[in-house]
């Protein structure tokens, strides 16, 4: 929760080691890296908008750990907590991105072009195809630190811009306060709607004050283009449909992702984003293109196989349930996208989806068979 | 203690145990080369970020029914929400229980947080008339709460052990100086937990105990704790968690009680601290006399290491939660109350004893086998003694109907108690 802030000034009256937060059954990302000294350095520093170290750290804090994933444990606020905070930041973004330099370069792909193949995911396996991302609107604090003011005006801001839409991406906003019944049971039946979050990783960092003022759904009429306003990013955008044709759903995703940017910036905005970077989002964990492509996927031998997952780290793929993140897998049906966000490209990543799902599909057929599948067993990407 | 005037709004009792420096100091650990667009200092010295007018900002209240929500109107919500307390604390902190929780349809929710002391004074236009409509017409502008903690004037405070099964009173109290927890800090929150069990460790005779700390109890501690029912846990309620008095959980909270388990306090949950005297049985007098004298112990102890209890003439003693003000209070049986519980002037002889039913699980929860916890509505206005008198008086009124229903007679609904308006 964002009361760091208004209290920065009076903390500097403890010492560092009076505020230093207890981490000694934690395991996150934050807690591996943070130390007395760093918190020091770092505690007196806020950003323009008023965000603090604390601010940032509050989830990690409250939240030791996850039984199935090593959580991140940190947040931002604003763009300039990834520049203010770096001395923590930097180390938790190698730490969860394999390696990332602070130096390195990230590479932003949206030519949908580049993709090869794609559009022949053997649908008898491949029962849905999706591809996710988010995008910050610059000079706007995010979701963990923004006023009710400001979350409007991204509501405000990204209506305008989703109303411009034409073609296969025309839609409609339906705002969260403002659904009726008949709207809110529709996007229940199309998986379209969500929900106030749970989660106490999400809760602890304050990004669900205020609910549901300025949350929405916008979604086209053909319901392929999905954004969600105001959820833990400003904007979460989502191509998806049935079936195994992963590269219509990047183009339809990249085309619009393209146009809406262009009509944020025929009002003078722009997203969040840098060379290093790449797109600003509130978690570490989904920088660089903050995109998750990803398939629902029959692979009921396949999982279990002792290989499963070693293919899959090996593929630079990971699974998850059907319901999403934190959810298990039900009747052999899994959701496998690219584990990767920050330096590969997005043309890389929709990639390596691609091509790993062609073998996985390979292998599920072989074992289908009772043949072997070691001689498919793939090197380390 | 009670001799001393509450400081004014904007200056700060400055203890001789805290090192209060830098207030005023607005650009100093900005680090970054541009201002705000707009910046408002506070009385208290602390910026208020404010991008947007406060029109934009007013939270959204239509669907809401909590006492908060009934009085934030937009004009007060642009007088305050440029205002912080000295400590930093803001109206949007106060208020975002209240907005992110609309309340629910039959009960009536408070809505809002204190952050400090001076929470209540800065935010006084909307903390006042929340403060008068929760507590039943008290108008902190001009009245004054008594504070009574003379056991010795109890009179008829043993109940039939046959109906009472146990007896409880509980209060809370907030150590002056420190913010309290929907705005302290990790070190402050730490400083209550020395400046309490420090104190507590000076309580002698029956009330000898020990502390056991959140963070470091063993599982068989943990075990016994949870089987003597003083164990609490990590809230749950979007009530208390929205408010940020869950953060950093565990650090810092922990349980103490004396060897003979009939004396808790709890550290760093809801408040700083809550105090709980209890027994099996319908000594309400003695419950009560331990209470007192546990309390007043507590407090000298503190005192003599500098520190003392919030305290003001027109608020009583200062908690977290607004309903909590004047007394803190809630004394309270459980008692067997199978027949009269099942008649339909139950409610009607509550309200008019200025008493209130709920599940022996505390409150939100159902009774079990016509067995109620029954306890006093009010907390504010009224004195300590004067309550507990209210609740054994009730109680044995209570206790009287039920012996005339199992004979077959008949009852009364008893004149309603004189309020204060």
């Not at chain 1, 709607?193 to 106490?200: E, G, R, T, Y």
């Not at chain 2, 420190?178 to 302290?184: D, E, G, K, R």
């Not at chain 2, 306890?375 to 300590?384: A, I, K, M, P, T």
Request: include cysteine; proline fraction near 5%; charge should be neutral.
């Amino acid at each position: 929760m964002p009361f760091g802030n208004t209290h920065n000034q009076m903390k500097m009256n403890y010492s560092a080691e009076q505020e230093y937060p207890d981490l000694s059954k934690h395991n996150n990302h934050m807690a591996k890296v943070l130390t007395p000294a760093i918190y020091d350095r770092l505690r007196s520093k806020q950003t323009p908008s008023g965000f603090t170290l604390d601010d940032v750290i509050q989830t990690g804090v409250d939240n030791p750990g996850h039984p199935f994933i090593m959580t991140v444990g940190c947040v931002a606020g604003d763009e300039e907590t990834y520049e203010v905070f770096k001395e923590l930041l930097d180390p938790v973004i190698e730490d969860r991105h394999g390696g990332y330099k602070p130096s390195d370069k990230h590479k932003t792909d949206l030519n949908p072009d580049n993709l090869k193949g794609g559009d022949d995911l053997d649908p008898n396996y491949v029962l849905s195809s999706r591809v996710r991302t988010g995008r910050s609107i610059r000079g706007f604090c995010l979701p963990p630190h923004c006023s009710r003011g400001e979350r409007r005006m991204v509501e405000k801001l990204s209506n305008e811009a989703l109303d411009s839409l034409t073609g296969d991406l025309k839609g409609k906003y339906y705002a969260l306060k403002n659904m009726t019944d008949a709207e809110q049971q529709q996007l229940i039946d199309d998986h379209f709607l969500f929900d106030k979050p749970v989660s106490p990783l999400l809760l602890a960092s304050g990004m669900a004050r205020d609910w549901p003022d300025a949350r929405g759904i916008w979604h086209n009429d053909n319901k392929t283009f999905l954004v969600w306003v105001n959820e833990e990013d400003h904007l979460r955008v989502i191509s998806m449909q049935k079936g195994g044709n992963m590269k219509e759903v990047f183009n339809r995703f990249c085309t619009g992702l393209t146009k809406i940017e262009s009509l944020f910036k025929e009002k003078g905005h722009e997203f969040m984003w840098n060379e290093h970077l790449g797109y600003v989002l509130t978690c570490p964990s989904n920088l660089g293109t903050g995109l998750r492509a990803g398939v629902h996927m029959k692979l009921p031998n396949m999982s279990k196989h002792a290989k499963f997952e070693e293919v899959l780290k090996r593929l630079r793929l990971q699974k998850r349930g059907t319901g999403g993140v934190d959810t298990a897998a039900v009747g052999g049906v899994f959701d496998i996208s690219n584990a990767d966000r920050l330096g590969f490209s997005e043309v890389e990543l929709v990639q390596m989806v691609v091509d790993g799902v062609k073998l996985l599909t390979e292998m599920e057929k072989r074992l289908e068979k009772g043949q072997s599948i070691d001689d498919l067993i793939p090197a380390q990407k | 203690m009670k001799g001393k005037k509450m400081a004014s709004s904007f200056t700060r009792i400055l203890s001789s145990k805290r090192n209060v420096g830098i207030l005023s100091v607005v650009g100093g650990s900005v680090t970054a080369a541009f201002l705000f667009k707009r910046e408002h200092v506070s009385a208290g010295g602390v910026p208020v970020r404010r991008i947007y007018p406060a029109s934009a900002e007013y939270p959204d209240l239509r669907k809401h029914n909590n006492c908060m929500a009934s009085h934030l109107t937009p004009a007060i919500y642009a007088k305050l929400c440029d205002k912080a307390t000295p400590n930093g604390f803001t109206l949007d902190q106060a208020i975002q229980t209240g907005v992110d929780n609309p309340g629910h349809p039959f009960i009536k929710t408070v809505g809002m947080v204190a952050g400090d002391e001076e929470s209540y004074e800065v935010f006084g236009d909307l903390l006042d008339p929340v403060i008068t409509e929760r507590h039943n017409g008290y108008d902190p502008r001009t009245m004054k709460h008594p504070t009574d903690l003379d056991a010795s004037k109890i009179h008829s405070g043993q109940f039939d052990e046959r109906y009472v099964l146990s007896s409880r009173v509980r209060t809370g109290r907030s150590i002056r100086g420190l913010s309290l927890p929907p705005a302290c800090t990790r070190a402050e929150r730490r400083e209550v937990e020395r400046v309490v069990i420090d104190a507590l460790s000076g309580l002698k005779g029956d009330l000898t105990g020990r502390y056991y700390s959140l963070t470091q109890m063993t599982e068989k501690e943990q075990q016994q704790l949870i089987d003597d029912h003083f164990l609490f846990d990590k809230p749950v309620s979007p009530l208390l968690t929205c408010s940020g008095m869950a953060r950093d959980w565990p650090d810092a909270r922990g349980i103490w009680h004396n060897n003979e388990k009939t004396f808790l306090i709890w550290v760093n949950e809801e408040d700083h601290t809550r105090v709980i005297s209890m027994e099996k049985g319908g000594n309400m007098k003695r419950v009560f006399e331990r209470f007192c004298r546990g309390l007043k112990e507590v407090e000298r102890l503190i005192q003599e290491r500098g520190w003392e209890f919030m305290w003001n003439e027109r608020l009583g003693y200062i908690l977290t939660c607004p309903s909590n003000l004047g007394t803190g209070l809630r004394a309270g049986v459980h008692v067997k109350l199978p027949l009269l519980s099942k008649d339909p002037r139950f409610s009607k002889i509550l309200d008019n004893l200025r008493l209130q039913k709920r599940g022996t699980g505390g409150v939100d929860t159902a009774a079990v086998g016509g067995t109620f916890d029954i306890s006093n509505l009010d907390r504010l206005g009224h004195s300590e003694v004067q309550l507990v008198q209210t609740v054994i008086d009730g109680v044995n009124y209570l206790v009287e109907c039920e012996k005339k229903l199992e004979k077959g007679q008949d009852i009364k609904v008893p004149p309603p108690i004189k309020q204060f308006k």
